[in-house]
Structure formats: structure tokens, C-alpha cells
């Protein structure tokens, strides 16, 4: 199984960012999909999850309403899209894959991309 990440970088705050995660060697559309984060010296977080079909998804506090996940079942890649980004959001953001809910204890990891928002 791999896990691949695109579309970190520096950003403005209140600029956009949008992150990808292409899948392969699992079976995409039977899994659910999140995105975490690890800022330096924390711990790592939960950012957003979808269900398998896209039906449902969930979202911390700290960003409702900001982030956006979805993802294409089609081409095996869940996005994170990031609108009005603030400094604290600057992190290493990871996707992962879980046969049924997304947690930090789940199997399939990224490698990760790092995020940096400037104030």
C-alpha cells in the first residue's frame, strides 16, 4: 500500500492551499480516508475524515468550516482543500487509509507534506 502526498508549501495567511493523496495497492473506494497533522512539538491530530463513498464526512473544530475534504473514488485520490489558512495550521499534514474509521492508530500511512502558513 502506498500513500502519496502533494501540494504542500508556504502560503500567506488567508491564502488557499490544496493537498492531494493518491492511493495504490489497496482497494480505494472500500476505505475510509483522513487527513492528520504534527506541528513541531506537538502531537499528532486529527484534521478530517470521509467515508468510503464520500457520503460523510467530518471535520476538527479547529478547522470546520476552512478545510474542505473530498475525494474521487476514479482516480484513487482524496484532497484536502485548505481555505483561509492561519499560522497555527503550519504542520506536516498526512493522509491515511483505514478499512473502516480513519484514527492515528490506523494502518496505512503517507509520508507526509509539510504545510507553512506565514502571518
Known amino acids: 500500500v502506498q500513500l502519496v502526498e502533494l501540494g504542500g508549501g508556504l502560503e500567506q495567511a488567508g491564502g488557499p492551499l490544496r493537498l492531494s493523496c493518491a492511493a495504490s495497492g489497496l482497494t480505494f473506494s472500500s476505505h475510509a480516508m483522513g487527513w492528520f497533522r504534527q506541528a513541531p512539538g506537538k502531537e499528532l491530530e486529527f484534521v478530517a475524515a470521509?467515508?468510503?463513498?464520500?457520503?460523510?464526512?467530518y471535520y476538527a473544530g479547529s478547522v470546520k468550516g476552512r478545510f474542505t475534504i473530498s475525494r474521487d473514488n476514479a482516480k484513487n485520490t482524496v484532497y484536502l482543500q485548505m481555505n483561509s489558512l492561519k499560522p497555527e495550521d503550519t504542520a506536516v499534514y498526512y493522509c491515511?487509509?483505514?478499512?473502516?474509521?480513519?484514527?492515528?492508530?490506523?494502518?496505512?500511512w503517507g509520508q507526509g507534506t509539510q504545510v507553512t502558513v506565514s502571518s
Open positions: 470521509i467515508s468510503w463513498s464520500g457520503g460523510s464526512t
Open positions: 491515511a487509509a483505514d478499512p473502516k474509521v480513519v484514527t492515528t492508530t490506523s494502518g496505512y
